[in-house]
């Protein structure tokens, strides 16, 4: 009883911010511009869209708050909340590296910095990925980028690869998620550089450019470099956001819904074990900033399995597979995915089988 | 969603997040050593938000005609209001019994069993109890008066336990510390009220039907209702 005395102290509250930010933020830059684009009548703009929405759902609170009173719904929001919060502050401080390297960083330097032979340029770029601290859903830009500016594909891929999973946030991310394990962290680095370095000489080898279409247009022109910066933070935090939270949806329902007796069958058989994870990590497409803590949760697994969940998740999901088709083209995708999944969980066994 | 409508998620994230880090409600969802950080990026995303509006109103000024320069963003950053609601309105508990015995016992063995006072009643928390039961067969509790704190849950044959949910990171990670009562257990028992129990220590132990994690018991001489304590998860294994 005290519990809901309380929230409906805080109810006031919220509805003063939710109701007055939209229409503050909505209607300010429409004064100004007068002689403003056409905009179609009756059309359901975005600001109009979103204040509706939350006014509906300060409006039905009492109505939701019951539905979400049964113990599985409760718990299911207690650890959706969770996993967004918990990831949400290094998801910022990855994006705002991410765009202050993409927009005070010239492109050029990393083509200057890399070797002009492509095999020494995946190694080196694998390891490149290493000081970009960002998730997979800043690398997959960037590495765009490289190609536009004449870096080897083989390298960029490497790298697009490497990035999300080798940087220091990442690994930090781990030894803090993993504190009885710190064999984990480096499980984790030398397994992704491995599938990073393997997955850029096969490329070499075997792809060709046709299979590749490169992205068309560039980003921040005619931007102040400011502007350039926030708007790359702003955009990077939507982006990633968004998937943060279906990331944290499907952790959730797997968590207070799925029996743990599914989860001890598959951890029983070490085979099974390490496929089940490697496919929910590319099920529940998790921020590569956050997945450690959701490895760190799945005890009934092997450390192997873990490692495989942390090597496939950041490599390749179902949001990465998206963006990749939508940067490079969706006849890459197709071939990179599968290929990629194949040599990730590969490495997490043979890494697991030395390192764990 | 158009930029405006991106300011102002940005903005209510922030200040969610803010609000979560200013106050206590940040401890049902995860560990305490994380507010500054979430502070600090409640600031960023307010920031963020009020330079988003600031470039789009320049923006807006200068560019005479729409020329369709703006993409709008995927619909999936609409999902961002989820949280913000979920966080907002809901503000869901920490977690309780539901998970609790859905989930196995996560006792670990302690590394030291660090001397505890001579006289009086000891005032452990459960987690050290368990361990102490467990792993040093009660040497240290022998004879002594001991006072645990957690909640009560019961599983599905009545059997009544009071839990603490240990922590590493969030509530995602977060698994129970379960000890049995017996003896001179309160009539009633209602799931996820806190107890403050007394008791003394009895060898009897019995095995978590979940996991088969051992599981100990604690002699009940008198348990009081206390109000659930500031930070309701056991963070000892983070140091």
């Known amino acids: ?356 | 969603m158009n930029r405006q409508s991106q300011a102002a998620v940005l903005f209510l994230l922030g200040a969610a997040l803010l609000h979560a880090g200013t106050t206590d409600l940040y401890l049902r969802y995860v560990k305490s050593g994380l507010r500054p950080l979430l502070l600090a990026s409640g600031a960023i995303l307010i920031v963020t938000a009020l330079a988003t509006a600031l470039y789009e109103r320049r923006r807006a000024r200068q560019e005479q005609e729409g020329d369709g320069h703006t993409h709008p963003e995927p619909r999936i950053s609409w999902l961002l209001v989820l949280p913000l609601l979920a966080l907002i309105l809901v503000a869901p508990p920490a977690l309780g019994s539901y998970s609790a015995t859905r989930t196995g016992t996560a006792l670990q063995e302690p590394l030291a069993y660090p001397a505890l006072p001579a006289t009086g009643p000891l005032r452990l928390s459960l987690v050290d109890y368990a361990g102490r039961a467990v792993y040093d067969h009660g040497r240290t509790l022998a004879g002594r008066e001991v006072q645990v704190t957690g909640f009560v849950a019961l599983d599905h044959g009545g059997t009544p336990y009071l839990i603490r949910m240990a922590l590493n990171c969030c509530a995602a990670d977060a698994q129970p510390v379960k000890v049995a009562l017996t003896g001179h257990i309160p009539p009633v028992l209602q799931p996820d009220t806190w107890l403050t129990v007394t008791g003394t220590y009895t060898p009897r132990r019995v095995a978590d039907p979940v996991n088969d994690g051992p599981i100990p018991f604690l002699e009940v001489t008198s348990a009081k209702p206390v109000p659930a304590p500031r930070d309701p998860y056991d963070e000892s294994w983070n140091n």
Not at chain 1, 134 to 145: F, I, N, T
Not at chain 1, 260 to 277: C, M
Not at chain 1, 296 to 325: C, E, H, N
Request: proline share 8%; with cysteine.
């Open chain 1, 1 to 356: 009883m005290g519990r809901e005395g309380e929230k409906q102290a805080e109810v006031p509250e919220t509805v003063a911010i939710t109701k007055e930010a939209p229409h503050a933020e909505g209607a300010s830059p429409k004064t100004p511009r007068p002689a403003a684009p056409p905009e179609q009548p009756g059309r359901l703009t975005s600001p109009l869209a979103l204040t509706l929405l939350l006014l509906l759902l300060v409006l039905l609170q009492s109505p939701i708050r019951r539905a979400l009173s049964a113990p599985v719904m409760q718990s299911w929001t207690t650890v959706f909340v969770a996993v967004v919060i918990q990831a949400l502050p290094f998801l910022v401080l990855g994006v705002l590296l991410s765009a202050a390297i993409a927009v005070y960083v010239p492109p050029s330097f990393f083509a200057r910095a890399l070797p002009s032979r492509p095999a020494l340029a995946v190694p080196v770029a694998g390891l490149a990925g290493a000081v970009l601290p960002g998730c997979e859903c800043a690398s997959v830009p960037v590495a765009g980028a490289l190609v536009r500016r004449g870096v080897t594909p083989a390298a960029a891929l490497a790298f697009l690869l490497s990035a999300p999973a080798v940087n220091p946030i990442v690994l930090t991310a781990t030894a803090v998620a993993f504190p009885r394990d710190p064999e984990m962290v480096v499980a984790r680095f030398v397994a992704s550089l491995l599938v990073a370095c393997a997955m850029g000489w096969l490329w070499q080898r075997v792809g060709r450019t046709d299979w590749m279409r490169p992205p068309a247009h560039a980003h921040h022109e005619g931007q102040s470099k400011g502007a350039a910066f926030w708007d790359a933070v702003r955009h990077d935090v939507m982006h990633a956001g968004g998937f943060l939270v279906v990331g944290a949806m499907a952790a959730a329902t797997l968590k207070a819904v799925a029996p743990e007796s599914w989860l001890r069958t598959a951890a029983d058989n070490p085979v099974v074990a390490v496929l089940a994870l490697a496919v929910l990590a590319v099920v529940l497409s998790i921020c590569s900033e956050a997945d450690a803590f959701v490895a760190a949760s799945l005890t009934q697994f092997s450390l192997t399995a873990r490692l495989a969940f942390l090597v496939v998740g950041p490599m390749i999901d179902l949001k990465l597979f998206a963006m990749q088709a939508g940067t490079f083209g969706r006849g890459f995708a197709l071939r990179f995915a599968p290929m990629t999944f194949v040599l990730a969980v590969a490495s997490a066994v043979l890494t697991g089988a030395v390192l764990l």
